[in-house]
């Protein structure tokens, strides 16, 4: 119990800075195309060939963060409340 209150301010650091760069930056690169917004591939002489693009970003190369789409939810959710 000692060492998890002790990790306690470490965590609400951590979730505050992760906080405030969903705000800043809502947008972070896609893991599967990292980044080029398309499939790549190397051909059999060793060259770099855009295919078809990325299914996960739709081609554009970025994903919102989890913790936008998170804050997002709930303020759609506050708002739909006070209709």
Known sequence: MGS???AMPGLIFITLCYAVLCAASPF???RK???WGAVIRQTRNGRLKRGR???RC???GRRIRV???LYNAAVRLHRDGLR
């Open 33 to 35: 195309c990292q980044g």
């Open 58 to 60: 739709e081609g554009y």
């Open 28 to 30: 972070g690169t896609c």
């Open 53 to 55: 693009d990325c299914r």
């Open 67 to 69: 913790g936008r789409r």
């Open 4 to 6: 998890f209150l002790n």
